[in-house]
């Protein structure tokens, strides 16, 4: 029986349907349509919405529940890849290559996946996002090597993950734990993951009715960003720092 959906209008800042009206199976599925403009992207983050579609599809907007997030403030490595920093050179930055982690994340072989989700339309209504100051890359690098990234989205004290890559092994899983370290000395507590998987699961990510996730949402994205979360004497500092028992 094909899918029934909504069908958003052309006002990019006209409400989303309800959370409660995904469907169940495919899990999370909202509405369709409209654009990915900087505005409707916003309106959809701040709801805890965010598109997810394949190359000639219609844009698809989805919500799951549960959703899988990160305590910044606790995560933790595991104990082996941990010892492995402590001698490390990389170092991780932020906003440095936005651009860079976007193209690496989209070019990333995926299990079970044929293509990218990243199309074109999706890399330039990030790009907007970023230098309108909404998106976001933590990078790691080996020299002048881009070795692991992630990139997601930030409004208020709320950080919405999009996508990470490894272009070394333990890559991803370090721009991961560099990512939390910015957001909890930021004071920003929450890092939604999206959907669950078994590789987030072993890092520590856990699961959140949808009710819960979303009233944690409205809370942290009313509250101000702080100002210089992004900034160098923040987001820049050796991967080496990461090693220790959890953020701090």
Avoid at 28 to 53: C, E, K, Q, V
Avoid at 93 to 103: C, G, I, K, N
Wanted: glycine share 12%; proline share 9%.
């Amino acid at each position: 029986m094909p899918i029934r959906l909504p069908l958003l209008p052309a006002d990019p800042g006209a409400p989303f349907p309800p959370a409660g009206r995904a469907h169940r199976d495919p899990n999370g599925l909202l509405a369709m349509g409209g654009d990915l403009s900087t505005a409707r992207l916003l309106n959809a983050y701040r709801h805890g919405i965010f598109p997810w579609f394949s190359e000639g599809d219609p844009i698809l907007w989805w919500c799951p529940d549960p959703r899988m997030v990160f305590d910044t403030a606790s995560f933790r490595l595991p104990s082996r890849f941990r010892r492995t920093l402590r001698g490390s050179r990389w170092e991780i930055r932020a906003d440095t290559a936005f651009h860079r982690v976007m193209d690496a994340c989209a070019s990333q072989p995926r299990p079970g996946q044929d293509g990218t989700w990243i199309t074109g339309a999706m890399r330039a209504a990030y790009l907007a996002l970023h230098r309108a100051g909404h998106a976001h890359s933590v990078e790691v690098f080996d020299g002048e090597a881009l070795v692991g990234g992630i990139y997601g989205v930030g409004i208020g004290r709320m950080f919405f993950g999009e996508s990470m890559f490894s272009a070394a092994s333990g890559g991803s899983k370090a721009a991961l734990a560099g990512l939390c370290r910015i957001l909890a000395r930021g004071g920003c507590p929450l890092l939604d993951a999206q959907v669950e998987n078994p590789h987030l699961a072993s890092l520590g990510g856990r699961r959140m009715p949808r009710a819960d996730f979303l009233a944690e949402v409205a809370r942290l994205a009313a509250q101000p960003a702080p100002g210089d979360l992004w900034a160098p004497r923040h987001a820049v500092f050796p991967a080496s720092a990461l090693a220790g028992a959890a953020v701090d």
